[in-house]
Every structure is written in C-alpha cells, then in structure tokens.
C-alpha cells in the first residue's frame, strides 16, 4: 500500500480503524515527500545541494522506507516518524560531511535502531 492509499484510508476508517501496516505506508511516504520531494529555496544549502549529497539522502530515506519496525500501537508511529522527519531535514540544513551532518546522521542512526 502506498502513503496516499493508507492516508485515504485513514481519513475515512480512523487511526485505529485500520492495521499498523498503513500508518507504516503513509509515514514512510511522508518521509520520501519532506526529506526529499520538498525543498527550502529560503535556506543557502537546501536550495542547492550536491548530486553526491542528494544520492546518499535518497539511500538513506529508501533504507528506512525498507526497513521493518516494530510498533505495539498506531499511537508509537506518529511521534517516531516525525523525530525521522525532523532529523533527515536537519541534515539537509547542514553541509554535507560536516561536523553537525555527522551528529544528525549518528542521531538517525540511533533512532532508526530503537524500532529495529
């Protein structure tokens, strides 16, 4: 199932009218669209950014998009998405290989391996 799909179906069979695996899709599609679909004109980095850098981001955002997670509840997959979100955008805010990337990544890491 595909993020609009389960956002669809969401909308109209409520948070928990519907299995795990959906918030999983849709999540997973909002990762792809904030991370790398949008971009920041306003921010000096953002706007233009290197191939090498758009190419490891992409990795980055396909391995969590493949990767199993464990929730017990729709409710834990919100709030961790969002710190992914929040995280990978920080990292596009950043120069690429720089110190601060560095920290965001290692972050990334450790978040992507609590659910793991």
């Known amino acids: 199932m595909r993020g609009k799909e389960a956002s669809e179906q969401i909308?109209?069979?409520?948070?928990?009218?519907?299995p795990i695996n959906y918030h999983l899709s849709f999540w997973r599609g909002e990762v792809i669209d904030f991370v790398i679909l949008q971009q920041d004109a306003f921010d000096d980095i953002d706007k233009q950014t290197s191939l090498e850098r758009q190419k490891f981001l992409l990795e980055k955002v396909l391995e969590i998009c493949e990767t199993d997670f464990n929730f017990e509840s729709f409710d834990e997959v919100n709030p961790y998405f969002k710190r992914i979100i929040n995280n990978l955008k920080q990292m596009n805010y950043s120069e690429y290989k720089s110190e601060k990337f560095n920290q965001y990544l290692s972050e990334l890491t450790t978040i992507t391996d609590e659910r793991k």
Do not use: F, S
């Not at 909308?11 to 519907?18: A, E, Q, R, S």
């Open 11 to 18: 909308n109209i069979l409520g948070d928990d009218g519907v």
